[in-house]
């Protein structure tokens, strides 16, 4: 119960009036599927892009499993994708559905996105899910023919596990972006 003339708990309000961003590496770059009001392309440090998670609920099933994007420590590298500026009204909403999506083995972490295309914009904090190799689902590295093989192979309720990866070499073409990994497995899986 709140006295007259008491000061409102500034964590409180100044968590309410943070905004909050959301940062997409994967499918989130060229589908989102929330509401927001901003959307910038950027990059992140410290972290390269791999295929090394694995996908029981969305891009396969479980006794045949696509291979998804999670981000890998990697000292001097830079991801980029894109960062949302969620609606805040629907800040709640889209984290529940957010962690609901990415519940097959990803987590919720934070990372500060640089968006430099953007004149003047400050670094942003940003809600990240990364798999760790600590999940059911990870299967962390494999010989490109490998994940080619088994991305060519796998389907599941969201779609081929061959038009996400292909669905995320364009996005990143068009924001040329640079990612090694990502452009030679859409080049196996092209010819």
Do not use: K
């Not at 409102?8 to 589908?31: C, H, K, N, Q």
């Not at 494999?142 to 088994?150: S, Y």
């Amino acid at each position: 119960m709140e006295h007259e003339g008491a000061e409102p708990d500034m964590t409180e309000v100044e968590e309410t009036a943070r905004a909050l961003w959301v940062f997409g590496y994967g499918s989130l770059i060229w589908r989102p599927d929330f509401p927001y009001e901003d959307a910038r392309d950027g990059y992140i440090e410290g972290f390269t892009r791999r295929f090394w998670q694995g996908s029981t609920d969305h891009r396969g099933v479980p006794e045949a499993p696509g291979r998804v994007v999670t981000l890998v420590p990697e000292a001097g590298a830079r991801c980029w994708g894109r960062a949302f500026r969620v609606v805040a009204a629907s800040r709640v909403d889209v984290l529940a559905r957010l962690d609901h999506r990415e519940r097959g083995g990803f987590a919720r972490d934070e990372v500060v996105v640089h968006a430099p295309a953007q004149a003047g914009a400050e670094p942003v904090h940003a809600s990240v899910y990364v798999a760790t190799p600590r999940n059911p689902n990870y299967l962390g590295p494999a010989p490109l023919d490998e994940i080619a093989a088994q991305v060519e192979r796998a389907h599941g309720p969201s779609g081929s596990n061959r038009e996400y990866v292909i669905e995320l070499a364009r996005a990143l073409r068009e924001m040329n972006a640079e990612d090694e990994h990502v452009f030679a497995l859409a080049e196996r899986l092209a010819s």
